[in-house]
């Protein structure tokens, strides 16, 4: 899980919480739990000029009651299911103000990809994920 503490900038004129900045945190937490079993979000590139990356496949999502400036809120991810080729997540926002107050929930899965840094206009091209990746995982949830 991450915390975040709502600004003014991630507001409309009424002090609510933009939808894309729940999507924002999300990935954020998401990239958190990449850094800690020390898995890089971007691969980096082969001799082909190609890499990795984890592309959104469906997100589903309720929003259960809105956040406001200065809130604070917390993102709790965790793993829901492990695919050849993709990770469904389970995803919860609280917010933390004064009790842990139930904002948002849902799950979105994210498919593993090597894409061409070359010829941006190529489409990625799913992969199985690697073993490397898988046994991070599985040491990091023991």
């Not at 919860?92 to 004064?98: A, G, I, P």
């Not at 929930?105 to 010829?119: D, E, F, L, M, T």
């Not at 941006?120 to 046994?135: K, R």
């Amino acid at each position: 899980s991450k915390t975040f503490d709502v600004r003014l900038n991630e507001t409309d004129l009424g002090g609510i919480v933009h939808h894309s900045n729940y999507f924002h945190w999300i990935e954020e937490t998401e990239y958190s739990f990449f850094e800690s079993i020390g898995e890089p979000v971007i691969g980096e590139l082969d001799e082909d000029f190609k890499g990795t990356g984890w592309p959104r496949a469906e997100i589903n999502i309720k929003f259960v009651k809105p956040l406001r400036f200065r809130d604070t809120v917390r993102v709790d991810l965790s793993i829901k299911k492990i695919r050849s080729a993709g990770i469904i997540y389970s995803v919860e926002m609280y917010r933390l103000n004064t009790e842990a107050e139930l904002i948002l929930k849902g799950q979105y899965s994210a498919i593993c990809c090597r894409y061409s840094a070359v010829s941006l206009a190529s489409n990625p091209e799913v992969m199985p994920i690697p073993d490397s990746f898988l046994e991070k995982i599985c040491t990091h949830n023991t």
